[in-house]
């Protein structure tokens, strides 16, 4: 009778766990590429000519053109929408009201998050200032409403056009108005608005803090575009901006502990949902009526957050538009 040895048959001991994995593995990589549903397919804006390997268009920015001259030149020759890649950061840069509308009111959603950068980590109160959130969970749902009611419930006589005499820097003019309706006080510069409740040390810490801000946040940061980079800290961005963080913080939470004392001692104010009061004061209003409503950030974090955003905002936006405005009106003298 024939038979064959064992020295002849495979020997199953040289069979190991990755080669079983491998060949229960391949049959599943297989129907994946082959049987799987092809994707919708969506068409997306295009991409600008010019990127680099690594760091995408940032080379296209680092000249003595302003970044919107830039941006409306690649508009003009890409259309009304494109990408960019700033870094390792695809962007979406838009250039026609039409889809801007689309972008905040359709699709307010998809925007409402932002991207983690250094800027709305450390001076954004890591990332609870409107307009940084990275997440779509934000204050805004009990916010707005109550702001609306703010407004809507002052008397008549804050209610009236106060006229005032253009003398000064529209940036002061702005911070003086955001100061009363925020904090109820404004930022000293003349012997009539110490009489009016002026915190002049406050005001011009804040209004330093203001300016040192923007210098921080208009600044290219390697390490946005490049993440990896950020231990090295080139340029010193990162240790500017905690300073700055650190002296606005200081200024806002002295307004807001004065503001909890007067609460305090007040119980008119306590009971008096709105009237009487400024921005600051009807958030902690607000914020304690909705806590179940903050998972993300404390109460005092949420106050501060928004108070600085309504400033940095006010301030700014108004400024720059006046000054724009005045330009114009001065180079078209016809159309006074």
């Known amino acids: 009778m024939d038979y064959y040895s064992h020295d002849h048959l495979p020997s199953l001991v040289n069979i190991t766990p990755s080669m079983v994995i491998t060949t229960l593995a391949v049959p599943f990589f297989l129907y994946y590429y082959l049987f799987r549903k092809p994707k919708v397919s969506r068409r997306a804006p295009p991409e600008a000519g010019g990127a680099w390997p690594l ?19 690649m508009a003009d020759k890409y259309g009304p929408i494109f990408t960019i890649r700033m870094g390792v950061h695809k962007t979406i840069v838009v250039s026609s009201w039409e889809i801007a509308k689309e972008c905040f009111t359709t699709n307010d959603k998809a925007f409402a998050k932002r991207l983690k950068t250094m800027g709305p980590e450390l001076l ?15 204050p805004r749902s009990f916010a707005v409403k109550d702001i609306y009611e703010l407004f809507r419930a002052k008397n008549a006589k804050a209610a009236e056009v106060v006229k005032v005499e253009l003398k000064k820097w529209f940036a002061d003019i702005a911070l003086n108005t955001v ?3 925020v904090v109820g006080k404004r930022l000293v510069e003349s012997e009539r608005s110490k009489e009016s409740g002026g915190d002049e040390r406050s005001g011009h810490r804040c209004r330093k803090a203001i300016r040192d801000f923007f210098d921080m946040t208009g600044a290219f940061v390697v390490s946005d575009a490049i993440p990896w980079l950020r231990w090295l800290d080139l340029g010193g961005y990162e240790r500017a901006m905690k300073k700055t963080a650190k002296e606005l913080d200081q200024v806002v939470e002295e307004w807001l502990e004065e503001h909890k004392r007067k609460r305090t001692l007040d119980s008119e104010l306590v009971n008096n949902k709105v009237d009487g009061r400024d921005f600051m004061g009807v958030m902690l209003s607000i914020l304690d009526d909705a806590k179940e409503l903050v998972s993300t950030f404390d109460a005092d974090t949420i106050n501060k957050a928004t ?8 301030t700014n936006a108004t400024a720059a538009t006046l000054t724009w405005d005045s330009a114009l009106l001065l180079n078209n003298p016809e159309t006074l």
């Not at 108070?307 to 006010?314: D, E, H, N, R, T």
């Open 55 to 73: 760091i995408g268009h940032l080379p296209l920015f680092g000249g003595s053109q302003l970044p919107p001259i830039t941006l409306g030149h």
């Open 124 to 138: 954004g109160y890591n990332y609870a200032l409107f307009g940084c959130s990275v997440t779509s969970e934000n």
């Open 179 to 181: 100061f009363k309706v």
């Open 307 to 314: 108070c600085v955003a309504f400033i940095l905002a006010s």
